[in-house]
């Protein structure tokens, strides 16, 4: 158990919904970062927070959005949902944004888009 | 842009060497990890290496960097069947605002 949580563990919804992924991290952990792992694109990187703020944006769709809130959960809000959203999504946690620090993964929410 | 490649399949007997290859293109990179993904589980850091070494060791696990040919591997010394998971190498620049990019990942299978 990495201490990362994330809920809900599945999701399904039909194309065009909005769906809420939700992440707590780490306790003490000031950094969550998201990422989405599909069989087509494989493990990408989609954005990071850091004590609320953005920190980092790698390749997230513009359907897609996050935020970090004051008690450090995150939300990744995704609309217009397609087929191809269709993935597992996980939410990690460090310390901080130092790259030697290691980020705990949660276990994932899987989204399955019909 | 940056991109990373693996080989996607890796077989070995319980007991031999592994060696999982992982060559990428950014030259800016300046940390190189290796995670391990079991099935239905996170991502966990094994190891990583700055692009300033050449090698490093950890226990059953050695990382060899060749900067010149954007060349990295993990080496599992004594496979054991625990070890059967998919391998991911990533890299990153030395920039708190960078994001990760990861290879598609190594499915190691261990026979027994």
């Known amino acids: 158990d990495s201490g990362v949580t994330q809920t809900p563990k599945h999701l399904i919804t039909a194309t065009g919904q909005r769906v809420t992924l939700r992440c707590s991290p780490r306790?003490?952990?000031?950094?969550v970062y998201w990422y989405q792992q599909s069989l087509d694109q494989g493990l990408q990187f989609l954005i990071q927070?850091?004590?609320?703020?953005?920190?980092a944006k790698g390749n997230i769709l513009e359907r897609f959005s996050a935020q970090q809130f004051p008690d450090l959960h995150s939300e990744l809000n995704l609309s217009s949902l397609e087929l191809g959203d269709s993935a597992l999504y996980f939410c990690?946690?460090?310390?901080?944004?130092?790259?030697?620090?290691?980020?705990?993964f949660g276990p994932g929410t899987r989204l399955t888009v019909l | 842009g940056e991109d990373v490649e693996q080989s996607l399949f890796l077989s070995v007997r319980e007991g031999d060497s592994s060696v999982i290859n992982c060559t990428y293109t950014?030259?800016?990179?300046?940390?190189l990890y290796w995670y391990k993904q079991e099935p239905g589980a996170g991502l966990q850091l094994l190891t990583y290496?700055?692009?300033?070494?050449d090698m490093k060791q950890d226990q059953r696990l050695t990382v060899l960097l060749n900067k010149k040919d954007k060349h990295l591997s993990l080496r599992i010394a004594d496979t054991q069947t625990g070890d059967s998971a998919i391998y991911f190498c990533?890299?990153?620049?030395?920039?708190?605002?960078?994001?990760?990019?990861f290879g598609p990942g190594t499915r190691l299978s261990v026979l027994p």
């Open positions: 950014d030259s800016s990179s300046t940390y």
């Open positions: 990533a890299e990153r620049e030395d920039n708190y605002g960078q994001n990760f990019v």
């Open positions: 927070y850091y004590n609320g703020e953005e920190r």
């Open positions: 306790s003490g952990d000031l950094s």
């Open positions: 990690a946690s460090s310390v901080d944004p130092n790259p030697l620090n290691e980020q705990f």
């Open positions: 290496i700055f692009s300033n070494m």
